[in-house]
C-alpha cells in the first residue's frame, strides 16, 4: 500500500492490494473480478509501481487515455498515427501520413520525434501504458503483464489466430450469408486457378464447413483494409476460432512471469479458452461501491423470446414501453438494448417520435454523441444494438434502461451449436456477459442512480444456469430481485 497513488484508499482496494501481494509467489496468474467504479486504474498503478517494470494495457486507445489523464506522469506509447509529425505541413500531418507523403528518407526523423521518445521510453526498464495492439506489435513484453477489460483479451487472441477472406480478393457474391452458401461457394471453385495461399485457405474452409466438430465460426461483416490510403473499410468473411486454448501466447510470451487480469466480467471460462487454466491461478473479487439499491436488476417479462415469435413480442414490449416506461421516465434519458431486427420494428413504430434515436451500423458514435448531447427533460431514448460495452452513460445521461432480448450465442451457427453440446456452461457465460456489461452501461459511479428492466423471460433461466455453473460474481448478484436470489 506504500505504492498506492492517492492518500487514501478504499477498502475494497485495500483487501484485493493485500491480498494480491500476500499471495504474489504461489500464484502465476491473478483474475481480478472488479465491478465499475471500483477505482481499477489505481489498483493497476499501484502494481505496476510495486512491481517497478510492468506493462499495462487496455483495448482501446480511449481507456489509455483516461489513465494518462488520471495519471499524467505515466509513461506511454501509441501507434504512430497518433503523434503529429512537426516537420512537415505545419504539424498537420500524423507519422504515418508524413512518410506516406514524403517517404522515410525525406522525413529524416530525429531525436526530437515525439513517438520515437516515447518509444524509446517504454523500452526501458519502467511502466508504461498502450493498448493491447501497441503492445504486441513493438513487442513490449515485461516481466509484469496488467490487462484492464480483460475479458477482451480473449477477443483479440481470436481475431489473430482466424482467418479473413476479403471479398474483393475472392470475389465471392453478394447473396452468400449461410454456412450453406459459403460451402455450395466453396465446392464451386477451380482450386487450380487459385495460387497456393489461396487454395489452402479455401480448402481449410470448406474442411471446418463439413466437421462433424467443426472450431471456427463464419462471420460476414466488415473490417479495415489498411494496405490503401486512407485505410478503406472493405468487406469479408472471417473463420474465427471458438477455443483458442492452443494459440500462440501472443500476448504473454515467456518474457512475462506474471499476469494481472482485471475485468468486472470475466471468469475460469475465459480462462479455460485461453489455456490460462493451466497455471498456478488465483481469483479475487472486488465488491462494488455502489449501493445495488442503486443499480436494481428489475425483470417485467413480456415472454420468452426466440426466433420464431421475436416479431409478435416486439410489438408488445414496444407497446409496454410507451405505456409505463415513457410516462415514468417522461424527463429522464433511457437506454433500450435490442437486436437490430428488433430495432428495425421499433423504428417502423417509432420513427416519427422526437424522443427516440435509432442507428445504422455506420453511425453508432455519431447518433450516440448526438444523444448524449441532449437535456435530461429531453426525454430522449437510444434504441442501441449490439452496444453491451464501451458505453458511459452516468448521472443524468441515463437513468433508465431495458433489455429487450437476452443475447444467446447464435446457434445457427455450427460451431456455436456444437460448442454449447459440448461445453454448455461456456454457452451460458457467454450469454451473461453480455447482460453483465449491459447492466453497467448507466450506474458508473458510487452516487449514481439507474433501473435495468428485463423483457426477456429466458432471463430467469440465464441466471438459474449461472448459478448452476458458478458464473455469478456477487457485485451482480446484488442487484437481482430477491426472487432470483439478488437485494433488489
Known sequence: MEFFPYPTSRIQQTECLQALEKHWDAYD???????????????????????????????????????????????KLFKREYYKCPRFAGGTLNCKEAESRFGRKRMGC????AYLKDNRRVRGRGNFVANYYVYMANQLFKPTLIIDEAHNALKLIQELTGQKIWKHDYHY??????????????????????????????????????????????????DLWKRTTPVEERELLTMMPIDVRDAPPYLWPSKVSKIVMMSATISYKDLESMGLDRRRTLYLEVNSPIPAAYRPIITDYIGNVNRANIRDLTYKMAAHIEEVYLPKYAGSKGLIHATYAQAKIFRELWEGNPRFIFHEKDNVRQRLAEFMELPPESGAVFIASGLYEGVDLADDLARWQVIAKVPWPNLGDPATSYKAEQDPSWFVWESLKSVMQACGRIVRNPTDRGDTYILDGSFARMVKEGYRYNLIPTWWKEALPKELGGEN
Open 110 to 113: 530525429d531525436t526530437n520525434c
Open 173 to 222: 457474391p453478394y447473396n452468400m450469408w449461410s454456412s450453406a452458401d459459403v460451402l455450395h461457394w466453396a465446392e464451386g471453385l477451380d482450386l487450380d486457378l487459385l495460387g497456393e495461399d489461396k487454395k489452402g485457405i479455401i480448402e481449410g474452409l470448406k474442411e471446418e464447413l463439413t466437421s462433424n466438430s467443426p472450431r471456427y465460426i463464419i462471420k460476414r461483416g466488415f
Open 29 to 75: 496468474v491473478f483474475v481480478i473480478v472488479a465491478p465499475t467504479a471500483s477505482g481499477k486504474s489505481a489498483i493497476s498503478k499501484t502494481i505496476a509501481d510495486w512491481r517497478t517494470n510492468a506493462a499495462m494495457i487496455t483495448p482501446t486507445n480511449l481507456l489509455v487515455e483516461q489513465f494518462i489523464h488520471e495519471f499524467p506522469d505515466q509513461q
